[in-house]
């Protein structure tokens, strides 16, 4: 018996091209949809800077993800980013940063007066002279949009003690 080869030809295409092909359609659907939904006015406040855009975002987080803004763990929004996006409401981005401070401090020393049966009313004689003392204040400094708002001290240590 011979071999005889027969060659099928048929219309439909291979399963991963109709889903490539399928994705790409969709893709270019949402793009456009994107494209065509409606752009209201926003505000956007950052620090002292102020954007005036265009934007189809939902929430607060979606604008700012649209427009490349990155926010740093302590930065505060306004609305907060889960919120719907209000066109008449500016979103308002306080940066804030915080920083510890180092600081030299003099401790004057005490003047001590001990009275003396030698001496004469009025009269005082100096016995030891004072040497101030030194510390070591260190503080947590809180800045929002490049201005100072919070020194709190955190630690406080005695380089050099006073002498009396």
Known sequence: MKNKS???TTNRIPAGVWLWRTGLIL????????????????VIQIGQEERRVRSSARTVGELLA?????????DRVEPDVWQELDPDTPVVITRVEETTVSERVEVPFQKRTVRNRALADGESRLIQP???GEEEVIYRVTFENGQEVRRKEIQRRVLRQAID
């Open 66 to 74: 649209e427009q490349g803004v990155e926010l740093g763990k302590l």
């Open 6 to 8: 027969r060659t099928l």
């Open 27 to 42: 893709v270019l659907v949402l793009a456009w949809l994107v494209a065509c939904a409606p752009q209201r006015p926003v």
């Open 130 to 132: 004072g040497q101030n």
